[in-house]
C-alpha cells in the first residue's frame, strides 16, 4: 500500500476525532521493577531486588487507554470491585482523561489484578489474582441506563472479551442492538473459551489460535488451514471484517468479495508483546469508524502495535510515533 505522509496525518487526524466505547473485563495491572545479581540458596529461582512499582489500566481498561493516549475521545465499562484496587483503576484511568461512566462497582467482587515482576529487561513471573463473575441480570439492570445514556454519542464500540465473566450474549445483543441503531461501528475482540454469537458486529479480531478454536479446527500454521478455519468464521458470523493477528507474521484481513489483505509486522525491536492485542483492535476499531477502508485500518492497527511491543510494560503510543513507524516502511 503507498502512502504519502499528508495521507497518514490526515489519518490520524480523523481518527483523533473518534468517540469510543470500550466494554469488557476491567484490570489493574501491576509492574514490579527490579535487578537480579543471584539465585536463591531456597530454590534454582533468581532473587529479584525491587527498585520501582508502577501501575496501568489493563485489559478492556487498556484498550480505553491506548486511545484516550492518543488523543480520542473515549468512555469505558465494565465491573470493578469496591476495593483498594478498584479506586486504585479508577484514579488512573481519571487521570487519563477517561470517561468511567459506564463502569459497574461491585460489592464483594475484588478487582482483577495482573503483577508482572520485570528484572533485566524480561518478565520473571506473573501473578494473577482474579475471580470470575459472570454478568447477572441485576448486574445488567443496574448498567443499563449508564450505556444508554453514553452509546448514542459514539462512533465506534469495543467488546474486549477476556473470558472473566463480562460478556455475556445478552450484554452483545443489547449493545449491538443499540450501536447499530445509531449507526456506529462494532468490533470484538474475542475470547475462545466464550464462544458468542457475533451476528450484526461490524468486525471480529482473534488470534490465530482464537480463529482456529471458535472455527472448532485443530491448530495449524499453513495458510490454507487459516483460510478453511476464517472461512468458516465469516460463515458463521456474518460479520463484513475479519482481522487475524499473526504474532512475528503481522496480521491478515478478510473482507469479502475482495482477496485477503496481508500485511507483515512493522515492528522494528520486540521487548514486550504485553497489551499488542489491545493495540491492534483499538486502532484497527478507530480507523473504521474514521472512514478508513479495511486494509487501512489494518495497515494503522499493524503499525501502532509495532510500536507498542518495542516498549516494556503494557505500553500506548503516540500520533508522532504512528507517524514515524509508517515514514520508516515507505
Known sequence: MKVTKDRIRHWIEKIQQQKVLVLGDLMLDQFIWGKVNRISPEAPV?????????????????????????????HVGGLLGNDANGESLLRLLEAAGISTQAILPLTGFPTIIKTRIIARHQQVV???????????????????????????????????????????????????????????????????????????????????????????????????????????????????????????????????????YHTPTRAREVFDVSGAGDTAIAFFTAALAAGLSGAEAAEVANHAAGVVVGKLGTATLKPEELLNSFLQHV
Open 126 to 260: 506473573r501473578v494473577d489474582r482474579e475471580e470470575k463473575h459472570s454478568l447477572t441480570e441485576s448486574d445488567l439492570e443496574l448498567l443499563r441506563p449508564r450505556l444508554l445514556e453514553v452509546l448514542p454519542q459514539m462512533n465506534a464500540v469495543i467488546l474486549e472479551d477476556y473470558g472473566k465473566g463480562f460478556i455475556t450474549q445478552e450484554l452483545v445483543n443489547e449493545v449491538v442492538a443499540l450501536a447499530r441503531s445509531n449507526g456506529a461501528i462494532i468490533a470484538v475482540d474475542p475470547n475462545p473459551g466464550n464462544l458468542l454469537d457475533w451476528s450484526g458486529v461490524t468486525a471480529v479480531k482473534p488470534n490465530r489460535q482464537e480463529a482456529y478454536a471458535a472455527a472448532g479446527m485443530p491448530f495449524a500454521e499453513d495458510e490454507t488451514s487459516l483460510s478453511e478455519a476464517d472461512n468458516r468464521l465469516l460463515e458463521k458470523w456474518q460479520v463484513p471484517y475479519l482481522l487475524v493477528t499473526l504474532g512475528e507474521e503481522g496480521m491478515i484481513l478478510f473482507h469479502p468479495p475482495e482477496k485477503p
Open 46 to 74: 533468581p532473587v529479584v531486588h525491587v527498585t520501582h512499582e508502577s501501575a496501568y489500566p489493563g485489559g478492556a481498561a487498556n484498550v480505553a487507554r491506548n486511545l484516550s493516549d492518543f488523543g480520542l475521545s473515549v
